[in-house]
């Protein structure tokens, strides 16, 4: 099939919330691996800790193409792109089978693969609605919050936004924060 002169187009966001997506491109003769690698980067998933998997259909468990570790390896990795049998034109993908995370990825379009271009690419992404940290803006600053406070969330049962620089103040040591993805 189409090797290593055809190019992917697929559209990758959460499923859930389709706000946040990439438009990544690659080439039909990378592999999942590649695809997983871009994918980690693009959406904040960790590449040292856990496993991944590419799946047809909607149930991963059953129709799984074989875990991908975070270096690259597992019996999915050496998957070409353009040997998938796309249901219904799209890919899914889960991130830690413990607190899964499901993005959905759907074919827009295969294209020749251009000269001096490095694949896989991200093409586009949403435009970021950004939220502002909260402890800043008490002190009349507006500034771009980069992590959501779990812990503070909970606690005041709405969700917590904070900078970097209030994220190391002493209120926060302890607590559990995750960088939002924009
Ligand atoms: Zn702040
Ligand atoms: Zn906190």
Request: net charge negative.
């Amino acid at each position: 099939m189409e090797g290593k002169t055809k190019a992917f187009l697929f559209k990758v966001a959460r499923r859930g919330d389709r706000s946040v997506w990439r438009r990544i491109e690659i080439k039909g003769n990378q592999t999942l691996a590649d695809f997983d690698n871009i994918i980690r980067l693009e959406f904040n998933l960790d590449n040292f800790d856990h496993l991944s998997e590419f799946y047809s259909g909607k149930n991963w468990a059953h129709s799984g193409y074989g875990i991908i570790t975070p270096d690259g390896t597992g019996e999915g990795a050496d998957i070409q792109i353009s040997s998938l049998i796309l249901y219904n034109g799209a890919i899914n993908y889960v991130y830690d089978f413990g607190t899964e995370t499901h993005l959905y990825a759907k074919l827009e379009k295969i294209s020749d693969v251009e000269p001096n271009v490095y694949y896989p690419r991200t093409v586009s992404q949403n435009e970021p609605h950004y939220k502002f940290c909260e402890e800043c803006m008490a002190r009349g600053k507006k500034t771009v919050a980069e992590y959501e406070c779990y812990t503070c969330s909970e606690e005041s049962e709405k969700p917590v936004y904070i900078c970097g620089e209030c994220s190391e103040s002493e209120k926060h040591e302890d607590h559990y924060v995750e960088e939002i993805l924009y």
